[in-house]
């Protein structure tokens, strides 16, 4: 390699380690959600679809852990078009469905009228539905696997899970 190369290689790497703290303290919450796939009401919903899938009991429900916008951005990041369009309109025809049946949004819904919904989706022949809430649901559970606090505090997730005993008597057996 040449020198002239090396040196130009080094000032842009400095250059941009320099320029990276300034960059990155911009950041918040509110210029990360910008590229957000649901409103602020469909986020509402699809938060209290992931707490009707897992509910809250002695350990947090999966609302509470913020799977919902997990969800939304394995969908926006992960998934294709289709599948985000399905994300879109299986949130907006679920609460449809909860004002026709119950007069109110899904969100304000009771727990039982929400199982309820839920549960006719799954019994339904809608496939488009049904593929809606299977995709929710697998989405969902791998939300909540994965967040911090079942990771360590109900599954016990050891980053290295090996223990090396090497002070130990060597005996004779």
Same mark, same amino acid.
């Given at each position: 390699?040449?020198?002239?190369?090396?040196?130009?290689?080094?000032?842009? =790497?400095?250059?941009?380690?320099?320029?990276?703290?300034?960059?990155?303290?911009?950041?918040?919450?509110?210029?990360?959600?910008?590229?957000?796939?649901?409103?602020?009401?469909?986020?509402?919903?699809?938060?209290?679809?992931?707490?009707?899938?897992?509910?809250?009991?002695?350990?947090?429900?999966?609302?509470?852990?913020?799977?919902?916008?997990?969800?939304?951005?394995?969908?926006?990041?992960?998934?294709?078009?289709?599948?985000? =369009?399905?994300?879109?309109?299986?949130?907006?025809?679920?609460?449809?469905?909860?004002?026709?049946?119950?007069?109110?949004?899904?969100?304000?819904?009771?727990?039982?009228?929400?199982?309820?919904?839920?549960?006719?989706?799954?019994?339904?022949?809608?496939?488009?539905?049904?593929?809606?809430?299977?995709?929710?649901?697998?989405?969902?559970?791998?939300?909540?696997?994965?967040?911090?606090?079942?990771?360590?505090?109900?599954?016990?997730?050891?980053?290295?899970?090996?223990?090396?005993?090497?002070?130990?008597?060597?005996?004779?057996?």
């Amino acid at each position: 390699m040449e020198r002239r190369v090396a040196l130009k290689s080094m000032a842009m =790497a400095v250059g941009a380690m320099a320029g990276l703290p300034a960059w990155a303290s911009g950041w918040s919450k509110s210029t990360l959600e910008k590229g957000t796939l649901l409103t602020a009401d469909q986020s509402k919903i699809l938060a209290a679809m992931v707490e009707t899938i897992i509910p809250k009991t002695d350990t947090p429900g999966a609302g509470e852990l913020g799977v919902g916008g997990f969800v939304q951005k394995m969908v926006t990041d992960c998934y294709d078009s289709k599948a985000q =369009a399905s994300l879109k309109s299986g949130v907006s025809n679920l609460d449809e469905q909860s004002i026709q049946r119950f007069g109110k949004s899904y969100s304000d819904a009771g727990k039982e009228q929400r199982m309820q919904l839920l549960q006719d989706i799954d019994k339904g022949s809608d496939t488009g539905q049904k593929a809606f809430l299977g995709m929710v649901k697998n989405l969902t559970i791998q939300g909540y696997m994965s967040s911090e606090y079942v990771m360590t505090n109900l599954t016990h997730y050891e980053m290295i899970p090996a223990r090396y005993h090497g002070c130990v008597p060597v005996t004779k057996g």
